[in-house]
């Protein structure tokens, strides 16, 4: 199968997921990701204006003009960590569904069944497995988040964070999502990385459209699903068992 462009994988995997036989694997993540979206919505209304006013340096009267230049951009800072805060938590709670989900599209894209039927029994057997994983991103994610936050709080430095957040998020959205057929056919974390670096390009395609989508209120929430699919047919499609071969299972 050729090769598609980074946005057109999130495309094709927001076709795949309305398929018949997928709707409960996209189902059940998203009811997980609805009461999560939910609650984050209400606790973030009530915060928002302290957080960006704790954000915001102080700026001399002279100088209270900016103020109006700034304010867009700390805004958008929130956003930016509000939207990570949301899908490490949305991702970690659903990571056995997405993880599910993501061997049923590749029997669907490959046309052949290599993975375990459906059963309650397997999916809870899957969550060590997954959340071990996902704490694994977590790892990865943490470090460089913080280096980041202490930069959105350095006056003058902070202003060149918001674009080192959009960055990093476009590259974590493509680790996040493709991850999960990667580790479905266990192929270690390190080696993921490798081979989504020599695939930098496409992964960022990928990641900065997922990134995009999921940045819209409600439709985030189908996005995500969506992105697994995709995710899938990136790595069917990019060379996923070259890397296997490589890396070793």
């Known amino acids: ?8 994988y999130l495309g094709e995997g927001l076709k795949l997921m309305m398929r018949p036989g997928l709707r409960l694997f996209v189902l059940l993540p998203l009811a997980v990701n609805l009461l999560l ?7 973030a209304v009530r915060e928002f204006n302290h957080w960006v006013a704790w954000l915001m340096p102080s700026l001399p009267h002279w100088l209270s003009f900016l103020e109006f230049i700034l304010w867009p951009l700390f805004v958008l800072l929130v956003l930016l960590i509000l939207f990570f805060s949301f899908t490490l938590v949305a991702n970690l709670i659903a990571s056995p569904f997405n993880g599910f989900l993501a061997e049923k599209v590749e029997v669907v894209v490959r046309g052949t069944d290599q993975f375990p039927s459906f059963s309650w029994t397997e999916l809870i057997a899957m969550v060590p497995r997954t959340i071990g994983r996902e ?10 988040a913080i280096g980041l936050l202490i930069l959105s709080l350095i006056p003058g430095v902070n202003l060149v964070a918001t674009p080192l957040w959009l960055i990093f998020g476009v590259w974590m959205m493509a680790v996040q999502y493709i991850d999960y057929p990667a580790d479905n056919h266990k192929l270690g974390w390190n080696e993921m990385l490798a081979w989504l670096r020599s695939k930098r390009w496409a992964c960022m395609g990928f990641g900065g459209v997922t990134y995009l989508a999921l940045l819209i209120p409600v439709v985030n929430l189908v996005i995500m699903p969506a992105a ?12 996923g068992d070259q ?7």
């Open 243 to 249: 890397a296997l071969s490589r890396g070793g299972r």
């Open 228 to 239: 697994v699919a995709g995710a899938v047919l990136f790595w069917v499609r990019e060379g």
């Open 37 to 43: 979206f939910l609650g984050l919505i209400g606790f």
């Open 135 to 144: 704490l694994r991103k977590l790892g990865y994610f943490l470090p460089r």
């Open 1 to 8: 199968m050729p090769s598609l462009s980074g946005p057109q």
